[in-house]
């Protein structure tokens, strides 16, 4: 049943996103901060056995590090109005991918354990 959960929810995502446009929540920055921060997360916890969870959970730490990174380099960069929006939707990506992350793994988490 868990695997069908699973199914069901990378679907609904992936159906809403191909509705507007795909390309728009494809990001590879927030992709490498977020996938490369879990994993670093993963060996600071040092512990193998809770490696899913670890890594579920480092995803969403490092969303929000993503977002405020985007939020700071926006900032940085003095976006007009114009352009304020669409760089606003990048910045909120890595959290996007964070807690995307977090639910798929709390889900093989639990058949891990079974």
């Known amino acids: 049943m868990r695997i069908i959960g699973i199914i069901i929810i990378i679907g609904m995502v992936v159906g809403a996103a191909s509705t507007i446009d ?16 879990s994993l670093g997360y993963v060996l600071a916890k040092g512990k ?13 730490y490092m969303g929000w590090i993503g977002l405020m990174i985007g939020i700071v380099m926006i ?5 007009n109005t ?11 990506l ?3 991918y964070g807690y995307f992350i977090k639910i798929i793994s709390t889900g093989l ?4 354990n079974e």
């Open 22 to 37: 795909y390309k728009m929540f494809i990001d590879l920055p927030s992709i490498l901060i977020v996938v490369g921060g």
């Open 75 to 79: 900032g940085n960069q003095n976006a």
């Open 48 to 60: 193998s056995s809770n490696f899913i969870k670890n890594f579920g959970d480092g995803s969403v």
């Open 109 to 112: 988490e639990k058949i891990n």
């Open 94 to 96: 890595p959290l996007l």
């Open 82 to 92: 114009d352009n304020i929006w669409p760089a606003f939707s990048v910045a909120f």
